[in-house]
Every structure is written in structure tokens, then in C-alpha cells.
């Protein structure tokens, strides 16, 4: 069973530094694809980034791009959100998401439909 366990998050004043931590387990194969979405109050969910383990190709959103960096560490199968800048506008709880199918990228990044989430991380930026 693929289990992700999300941690870090907090309250942080605008222009400050957060880095979220994304550690996954149950992964039966070494490729898989990691990202973070997030969703504010009143909102829907949006994705922020991506990184895929085997080629290490990330992708962001056009809202963090410049800002957050995703990086991950495949001998803890963790996946690290560092996020720069931030902005009130950054206030929502992340969600850590994976998916290690086929098409995993495609399905987490353009179909917004990974097959696991892993619970909530609150990023609240005060300004």
C-alpha cells in the first residue's frame, strides 16, 4: 500500500522561506511521480509542482515558478518542497500526491487525478 506522509507547513510571514517534506512508501518500482497541490479557503484545489523520480523532470505552476523549487531524495523516497517569496496569496493547506503508473506524470500533472494523496499540510503567510 503506497502511503505518503506530508510534514512542515507553519505560519510565515510574506517574503519568508517554508519547505515542505513529501515521504512516500509502498512503491513497488523506482519510478514514480511526486507533487504538490494545494487549496486555499473558498477555493479549488490547484497544482503547484511535480517532479518525476527516474528523470527528475520537474514542472510547476505559472503562480510559483521562480519561487518554490522541487527536489526530491530517492535513497529516502522524499520529495522536498522549498518555497521562496512566499506570498499571502501562498495561504493553503498542500497536499502531497503520487502516482506511479504508466502515465503517472499525465494523470498528476495534466489530469490532476494522481492515485494517492497524502494528507493535508497547513502554509499560512501573513502579510
Known amino acids: 500500500e503506497v502511503q505518503l506522509q506530508a510534514s512542515g507547513g507553519g505560519l510565515v510571514q510574506a517574503g519568508g522561506s517554508l519547505s515542505l517534506s513529501c515521504a512516500a512508501s509502498?512503491?513497488?518500482?523506482?519510478?514514480?511521480?511526486i507533487g504538490w497541490f494545494r487549496q486555499a479557503p473558498g477555493k479549488e484545489r490547484e497544482r503547484v509542482s511535480c517532479?518525476?523520480?527516474?528523470?527528475?523532470?520537474?514542472y510547476y505552476s505559472d503562480s510559483v515558478k521562480g519561487r518554490f523549487r522541487i527536489s526530491s531524495d530517492n535513497a529516502k523516497n522524499t520529495v522536498y518542497l522549498q518555497m521562496n517569496s512566499l506570498k499571502p496569496e501562498d495561504t493553503a493547506v498542500y497536499y502531497c500526491?503520487?502516482?506511479?503508473?504508466?502515465?503517472?506524470?499525465?494523470?498528476?500533472?495534466?489530469?490532476?487525478?494522481?492515485?494517492?494523496w497524502g494528507q493535508g499540510t497547513l502554509v499560512t503567510v501573513s502579510s
Open positions: 509502498g512503491f513497488t518500482s523506482d519510478d514514480y511521480t
Open positions: 517532479i518525476s523520480s527516474k528523470d527528475v523532470t520537474t
Open positions: 500526491a503520487a502516482d506511479g503508473s504508466v502515465a503517472g506524470l499525465f494523470k498528476l500533472w495534466v489530469l490532476r487525478d494522481p492515485g494517492y
